[in-house]
């Protein structure tokens, strides 16, 4: 899936650049997700599969020290060139390149949308693995559709499905991957967004 982002970065950055300015109710869960953060002693986040860097810059305007990972390298480049002040480096999600516990949070926004739910378990663990207990995870994801996708994007031809997860599978993975559910949301489809899909978000916590 990463060869697909490399052609669609710079258009799909543009398209989503003011994300958080027109959707205020996903911007407030991220400020109660950093304000458990902060408030649990924590101070650092990893945003993984962070694209063009506009969640890793939220959490960071929050006051959490965030890095960014993604294994697009051209998304990676345009995050960087954005925010240059932010740290941000080509890694895949699934393969962690952190020792146990370096991060007080880890954030995945929209970032599990081509993740099989039947993969969805082993890949929180790998989040797990990287978080100190105390510690918390936010979620954000498409619900309530069916799969969607796409040979065509931004003018390139692709080849690419986005997944739409139930939010009780979501958390029952979450779970056996030692994580407790603390708050699940979700907030239908804004059509004038051009969304296609109910939005999900969950925040959890280690499981002591």
Do not use: N
């Not at 960087?80 to 370096?102: H, K, N, S």
């Not at 990287?130 to 065509?152: C, I, M, N």
């Not at 029952?172 to 994580?179: E, I, Q, S, V």
């Amino acid at each position: 899936m990463f060869d697909q982002y490399e052609l669609i970065a710079a258009e799909y950055a543009q398209h989503f650049t003011d994300e958080f300015d027109v959707r205020p109710f996903d911007r407030c869960l991220v400020q109660s997700f950093a304000e458990l953060v902060l408030r649990s002693g924590g101070q650092t986040a990893l945003d993984v599969g962070c694209g063009p860097g506009q969640a890793a810059a939220e959490l960071t305007r929050l006051g959490l020290s965030t890095e960014g990972i993604d294994g697009s390298p051209a998304m990676i480049s345009i995050a960087r060139e954005r925010y240059p002040q932010g740290r941000f480096q080509v890694a895949d999600m699934r393969e962690l390149p952190y020792p146990d516990g370096t991060f007080s949070a880890v954030s995945a926004w929209y970032s599990i949308i081509h993740t099989p739910a039947d993969e969805l378990a082993d890949l929180f663990a790998e989040f797990r693995r990287v978080v100190t207990d105390p510690g918390w995870l936010l979620l954000g994801f498409q619900t309530g559709s069916p799969p969607l996708s796409f040979d065509e994007a931004f003018g390139h031809a692709v080849s690419m499905t986005f997944l739409r997860h139930d939010t009780a599978v979501v958390r029952d993975a979450l779970a056996a991957a030692g994580f407790t559910g603390y708050a699940t949301a979700t907030r239908e489809r804004q059509p004038q967004l051009k969304e296609t899909a109910d939005q999900a978000f969950v925040i959890a916590a280690v499981t002591a």
